[in-house]
């Protein structure tokens, strides 16, 4: 009887120690990723003319694809509403911030997607 309390008692015991060491990995953060370092220095363009009255100048700016960076070249674009403004991309703390417009009525990220047309932004409506 003394080795089936004895058993018993080590087993909770145990339970206990696994229980109580386990709790902070369950509200543990875990994030995976890969660093590239900084991006190159800005390539150096010629600005076009302004298409319009309403238009903004996005620089050119590398942005990161999987283990490398991809330049991306400027263009004029409209902001996808009055009184927002363009946050270009930046490295920054060995971490890479995307660029997005921002303005009274908040935050809108950036779309690659949207840039990849010719005219993106001649014909968009806001």
Same mark, same amino acid.
């Given at each position: 009887?003394?080795?089936?309390?004895?058993?018993?008692?080590?087993?909770?015991?145990?339970?206990?120690?696994?229980?109580?060491?386990?709790? #902070?990995?369950?509200?543990?953060?875990?994030?995976?990723?890969?660093?590239?370092? /900084? #991006?190159?220095? /800005?390539?150096?363009?010629?600005? /076009?003319? +302004?298409?319009? /009255?309403?238009?903004?100048?996005?620089?050119?700016?590398?942005?990161?694809?999987?283990?490398?960076?991809?330049?991306?070249?400027?263009?004029?674009?409209?902001? #996808?509403?009055?009184?927002?403004?363009?946050?270009?991309?930046?490295?920054?703390?060995?971490?890479?911030?995307?660029?997005?417009?921002?303005?009274?009525?908040?935050?809108?990220?950036?779309?690659?997607?949207?840039?990849?047309?010719?005219? +993106?932004?001649?014909?968009?409506?806001?």
């Amino acid at each position: 009887m003394k080795t089936f309390f004895m058993k018993t008692f080590l087993l909770t015991t145990l339970m206990a120690v696994m229980l109580v060491t386990s709790v #902070p990995v369950f509200g543990a953060q875990v994030s995976f990723g890969i660093r590239i370092g /900084p #991006p190159p220095a /800005p390539r150096v363009a010629v600005v /076009p003319v +302004r298409p319009g /009255p309403d238009y903004t100048w996005v620089e050119g700016y590398w942005y990161p694809v999987g283990s490398h960076y991809k330049w991306h070249q400027g263009y004029w674009t409209r902001a #996808p509403y009055g009184g927002a403004r363009w946050v270009g991309p930046h490295y920054e703390g060995g971490r890479y911030f995307q660029g997005y417009w921002n303005g009274e009525r908040g935050r809108i990220e950036h779309d690659h997607h949207w840039d990849k047309h010719r005219e +993106r932004d001649f014909h968009h409506e806001h």
